[in-house]
């Protein structure tokens, strides 16, 4: 955002008088891990108006700490992007004293958004609803695991307070810390307006819900939730991840996404009384582009090789590209609510994927379904999982990332250069997991053969 001088002072001024003296900047990688930097208060102006250096690479950093050769980094000899801090998401920070959080927009150095930036490339899937009058409202659901510290298994960490059964729960009886309501409490008061969070169906799991709003708006509070998550725990002595599917004998993590749309004047264009099943044109185009574009959408919201360890029958996760009225095990689901609460759930991401980057593809398929007058199949009645009443979503990431490549019209929505450098991070992400030796293999093999 930019401020003219004398706003910039007096923001710095306001904030003095609070007993704010560090602002975190905060942006996100391409898997949506938060990079930044803590700003002393009177360092503020200079990352408003110079900006923030961070290495271009950072995006294509890996998880270890190696850097994909994505076009632009080392090729170019490892170059700067400037962050600098957007102060319309500033909030605090609870959890941390005296601090306050908000979110870095990345520029080239030659000017321009960075093009792989998760927050550019939303915000380039935004201005094209725009161009329609129209506009996203997304409510973001996540799941994720709280796991304790525990030496003698292999992961070094076991589930916090791992007791079946206790789906739904509130309480101690789930959660014997309290940590849930302290991290809505303090979630809360981050202004990333939650709205409730409940024990899951696994133990140790829960889910956090944030309130629905704009499509860019939806995606920075989805990625601040998450980052908040991990570091409150972190405070806890404990670890909350987001892995797809962590555990062989229980069920993986979600991120819903319930999307609508709306007009220049607000007011909800996915429903239509007079329609079928009371949605409108739009609404059944919109369901249409994210069936039609569902193999690639699988590559962004289901980006790890994990991911696909959580699909299957049976699981409360999709496994084929469908669609239902009120039916949790369709790919896209249709509340019962109608009027302006009309709406998808499109229940295909799992917990890993970068927010940013599921909220822009929906919306991009879903932009592509309005701009061609797609129309879907009829909906799925029933049990969704029966192989023969729809096609299959890719079943593996090499999969999902061909059919990403292969969908040139997503590309063009997204931006070729995003999807290019994604495309390069994953695949090498793909070939560190062939050339590495599993405990799956060490079990199966070592002894006996």
């Known amino acids: 955002m930019a401020l003219a001088d004398h706003d910039v002072s007096e923001v710095i001024e306001q904030l003095r008088t609070q007993g704010i003296d560090v602002v975190r900047v905060s942006f996100s990688d391409l898997i949506g891990v938060d990079r930044g930097r803590d700003v002393l208060i009177e360092e503020l102006r200079t990352a408003l108006g110079h900006g923030l250096a961070f290495c271009r690479a950072v995006y294509h950093t890996t998880p270890t700490g190696d850097v994909v050769p994505v076009a632009g980094g080392i090729d170019a000899g490892l170059p700067d992007i400037t962050v600098r801090p957007d102060l319309s998401t500033l909030t605090p920070m609870p959890w941390e004293p005296d601090t306050l959080w908000c979110v870095g927009d990345a520029f080239l150095p030659e000017g321009g958004h960075a093009p792989e930036s998760p927050r550019a490339v939303v915000r380039r899937v935004s201005e094209r609803l725009a161009s329609l009058d129209l506009h996203a409202i997304i409510g973001p659901e996540l799941e994720f695991f709280v796991l304790e510290p525990d030496g003698g298994t292999p992961a070094q960490y076991r589930r916090y307070a791992d007791a079946t059964g206790n789906v739904y729960v509130v309480g101690r009886k789930g959660d014997p810390k309290g940590l849930l309501l302290k991290m809505l409490r303090y979630l809360r008061d981050a202004g990333l307006r939650v709205t409730a969070a409940n024990h899951e169906f696994s133990g140790g799991q829960f889910e956090i819900n944030l309130t629905h709003s704009e499509l860019v708006d939806s995606a920075d509070r989805a990625f ?24 062989n004998d229980e069920g993986g993590s979600g991120f819903h996404l319930h999307a609508s749309l709306v007009n220049g ?21 919109a369901i249409a582009g994210v069936l039609a574009h569902a193999p690639a959408l699988a590559a962004i919201a289901n980006p790890t090789i994990n991911s696909y360890k959580r699909f299957g029958p049976d699981t409360l996760a999709p496994w084929l590209i469908d669609w239902g009225l009120d039916n949790r095990s369709a790919m896209v689901r249709i509340p019962p609510e109608r009027g302006p609460g009309t709406r998808m759930e499109v229940r295909l991401g799992d917990a ?26 009829p909906p799925v009645e029933g049990y969704g999982y029966d192989p023969a009443s729809a096609p299959m979503l890719p079943q593996t990431l090499p999969n999902a990332l061909d059919a990403l490549e292969a969908d040139t019209a997503l590309a063009e929505v997204l ?35």
Request: hydrophobic letters at 40%; aromatic letters at 12%.
């Open 224 to 247: 601040r939730l998450k980052s908040a998550v991990q570091e409150i725990m972190r405070h806890e002595g404990l670890m909350a991840t987001f892995m797809a599917k962590p555990f």
């Open 415 to 449: 931006g070729e250069y995003f999807v290019h450098a994604f495309l390069t991070y994953k695949r090498n992400e793909v070939e560190r997991f062939e050339r590495s030796v599993t405990d799956w293999e060490l079990r199966e093999y070592t002894y006996h053969l």
């Open 352 to 377: 890993t994927a970068n927010p940013y980057l599921i909220n822009a593809a929906i919306c991009a398929a879903a932009y592509l379904g309005i701009t061609e007058k797609a129309e879907p199949p």
């Open 265 to 285: 004047d607000g007011a909800n264009v996915f429903g239509d009384p007079e329609g079928e099943h009371e949605l409108s044109d739009v609404g059944r185009h």
